[in-house]
Structures are given as structure tokens and as C-alpha cells.
């Protein structure tokens, strides 16, 4: 098998061909509840079975706001966001780590390279001494 090699730029073939699973992206409910255009999306690696890892954000909303993920963010199916918005079709074949904005002169998407998409912080400690990882393990 051929290795990603960082000093050749990728084809559009290699950009989109990651096995594509879920179904689900995770959308701002300023796009429904204030009926507002998705202008801002990236794509994140997947957190379960059913999501494809795609957030889509309006490019309104808060600190405050994307805070509360579990209020304000909501499950979507793909298929739906493409029927309410068919410039998104492309979009959605590319791979985790891809940003794309449009601004509201623009005509299209414009793919961003500086963004950089927040991943859960999870703490963890290695050990190889095996009595704190006994004593650790029955807390």
C-alpha cells in the first residue's frame, strides 16, 4: 500500500477517499431557528457509528452559544442539509480535517487551511509500573 508521501500535493481522489460511514452531521440550531444558511462547516473525526464527523455552524453563533453542544447542536442527517442546501452535495465527500467557509458576498466555498478543529481533551496517564496501574484501575 501506498503511504502519504508530505511533499506532494493531494489529488482530489485522495481527499475524498476515506470509507465513508454515518449519516449524521451535528448542526447549529441557528440554521433551523432562525432559518440561516450553514456558512461555516469542518469535518472532525467521528464520534459514533452514525456520525460522519461533519459540524455545520451558521457563522453566528457565540462562545456561548457552541458551548452548550447538547442544546445547540443538532444531529441532522446529511441527506436533509444537501436538500436544503445543494452546494453542500461536494462538500460532504471530503475527508476529516476539512474546513470550508462562505462569506455572505462570496459566491461559493472557500476552503480553509488556518482553522483549527477542537477535539475532545482527554486526560490520560501511562504507566508501566504495574502497582499504580492496579491501584488506579480499582478506584
Known amino acids: 500500500m501506498r503511504g502519504p508521501n508530505a511533499d506532494t500535493t493531494m489529488t482530489a481522489d485522495d481527499e475524498t477517499n476515506q470509507t465513508k460511514n454515518g449519516f449524521l452531521a451535528l448542526v447549529s440550531r441557528l440554521v433551523f431557528d432562525e432559518t440561516l444558511p450553514v456558512r461555516f462547516m469542518y469535518k472532525t473525526v467521528p464520534e459514533h457509528l452514525n456520525d460522519t464527523g461533519w459540524r455545520m455552524f451558521t457563522g453566528y453563533e457565540t462562545e456561548e452559544f457552541l458551548e452548550n453542544e447538547q442544546i445547540n447542536l443538532v444531529p441532522m442527517p446529511i441527506e436533509r442539509m444537501v436538500e ?8 460532504v465527500t471530503y475527508n476529516a480535517g476539512t474546513v470550508w467557509e462562505r462569506t455572505p458576498d462570496a459566491e461559493g466555498w472557500e476552503r480553509v487551511h488556518d482553522f483549527k478543529i477542537p ?9 508501566n509500573d504495574i ?3 492496579n491501584k488506579n484501575r480499582d478506584e
Do not use: H, K, W, Y
Open 84 to 91: 436544503l442546501d445543494a452546494s453542500l452535495e461536494e462538500l
Open 119 to 127: 477535539a475532545p481533551r482527554v486526560d490520560v496517564e501511562i504507566t
Open 131 to 133: 502497582d499504580i496501574f
